[in-house]
């Protein structure tokens, strides 16, 4: 795919990495790209603009922001008209004014007023993109569609070592390719995805759960969207937004889920049972707060297989399942695939750390019902969830599945 001719807005920020967004420009002038770059005040601090307007070959939005000035309106619909920002580098202050709709200052004014999709590449110390709140606004901002690429590892300009890099110019502009022009293959498709956990009661304040936050489900939801699917998301309580443009059911318990899911399944051309379901709940919930320290059992009563009775039905429908294992993943897998009589079956070995229940990275094996198997490497659940779905799209094509192995 070419950068011929399209309008980009390459926004820099305060960073000592703001030197490499000259080599950016640089490689997205000699692509093809208009470029019109904006700096921040701190971002001025480390390169001055007249570098980036010798590139560009436009002048550089560095003003301070005068929501008055006639150009600011301007250079709103600059980015309205834009067919995709590139923040490079971004500092956290950026993420999390980004994450939360802060616009204070122009580029992030410009952040809010963008139509086209935008691709941040963070840099920043190692400590600090592994901050809760940092990881919180990595999530809050990929759950809504925006690509945030990994920053590298290694030495950084604090003397310490570890992720926090600002990513090679190749993986920014392949990124930001991938973001212009998303494949369509999912127009025409209905898409059914379940998230999260369920929550099964034991009285009016305590219930079963497990640590789903819904991540990898919802990723799945917007890369479906994105591919051109209309999407129904089936979703148990989670911290997350869901994606604009989806149908979204929220439901609390397994029974809910199963309601939910085959009222919704009849039009669904895909179904992905990304949810983590609780597989028991209480036998009798307790109509009040249940009190006192003596011990105290709990009868519990296996849920309905959701997964089992959609399978069971034959819709027609191409049918995922995830497996949470933590032991011996392939084999157990496999018969999970076999015993639900499903599609496909992507499964995690959920006792790893970092990837699985509520992390921000997912590495999974994918195994189909005509015997492949293939193994992802880890990476955030945003790709893993475009993987899963260019895997379903070859498998319905009739295209043989690699067989590799991690
Ligand atoms: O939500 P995240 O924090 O992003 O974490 C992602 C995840 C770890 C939850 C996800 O990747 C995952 O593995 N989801 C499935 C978890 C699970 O419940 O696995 P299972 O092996 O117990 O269930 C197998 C399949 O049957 C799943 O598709 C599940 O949705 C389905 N199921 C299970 C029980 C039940 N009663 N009904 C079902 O439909």
């Not at 498709?189 to 789903?212: F, K």
């Not at 039009?267 to 990304?274: G, H």
């Not at 490497?377 to 690699?402: C, F, N, Q, W």
Request: with cysteine.
């Amino acid at each position: 795919m070419s950068l011929a001719g399209r309008e980009l807005i390459l926004g820099v920020t305060g960073s000592i990495a703001a030197y490499k967004a000259v080599y950016l420009l640089r490689e997205l002038t000699r692509l093809g790209a208009a470029v019109t770059v904006c700096l921040t005040e701190h971002a001025r601090a480390f390169v001055g603009p007249l570098t980036f307007r010798t590139l560009s070959g436009r002048p550089v939005l560095t003003d301070l922001f005068d929501p008055q000035s006639p150009d600011a309106v301007e250079h709103v619909a600059l980015a309205e008209r834009a067919h995709a920002v590139v923040v490079a580098p971004a500092t956290a202050n950026l993420l999390a004014k980004a994450a939360h709709g802060i616009a204070d200052d122009f580029l992030t004014t410009l952040l809010l007023a963008a139509r086209g999709p935008v691709v941040i590449a963070p840099a920043m110390d190692g400590g600090m993109w592994e901050h809760p709140a940092v990881r919180a606004n990595v999530a809050t901002l990929r759950a809504r569609g925006v690509t945030v690429l990994e920053p590298d590892a290694g030495a950084l300009a604090s003397g310490l070592s570890g992720r926090g890099r600002f990513p090679e110019v190749d993986a920014v502009i392949e990124a930001l390719e991938r973001a212009l022009v998303p494949a369509r293959d999912l127009a025409g498709d209905r898409v059914l995805v379940t998230a999260g956990p369920t929550r099964e009661p034991i009285d009016p304040v305590r219930y079963i759960s497990n640590r789903s936050s819904g991540k990898m489900g919802y990723g799945l939801a917007a890369a479906a969207l994105r591919r051109g699917a209309e999407v129904t998301l089936i979703s148990g309580p989670t911290a997350l937004t869901p994606p604009p443009g989806a149908v979204f059911v929220p439901v609390q318990t397994a029974e809910e889920m199963r309601e939910a899911v085959l009222q919704h399944l009849p039009p669904a051309t895909i179904v992905i049972k990304a949810a983590a379901v609780a597989d028991y709940r209480a036998k009798q919930a307790a109509a009040s707060k249940i009190k006192g320290k003596r011990d105290l059992t709990l009868e519990l009563t296996p849920n309905p297989d959701i997964l089992a009775e959609v399978a069971a039905r034959r819709t027609g429908a191409f049918i995922v399942g995830f497996a949470a294992e933590t032991h011996d993943v392939a084999a157990h897998a496999r018969a999970k695939l076999e015993g639900k009589g499903i599609d496909l079956l992507v499964a995690n070995d959920v006792s790893q750390r970092g990837i699985g229940f509520d992390a921000e990275d997912n590495e999974v094996l994918l195994l189909d019902r005509w015997g492949g198997t293939r193994a992802l490497p880890r990476m955030p659940k945003t790709e893993v969830a475009d993987a899963i779905l260019s895997h379903i799209v070859a498998l319905r094509a009739g295209a043989p599945a690699k067989k590799t192995h991690a």
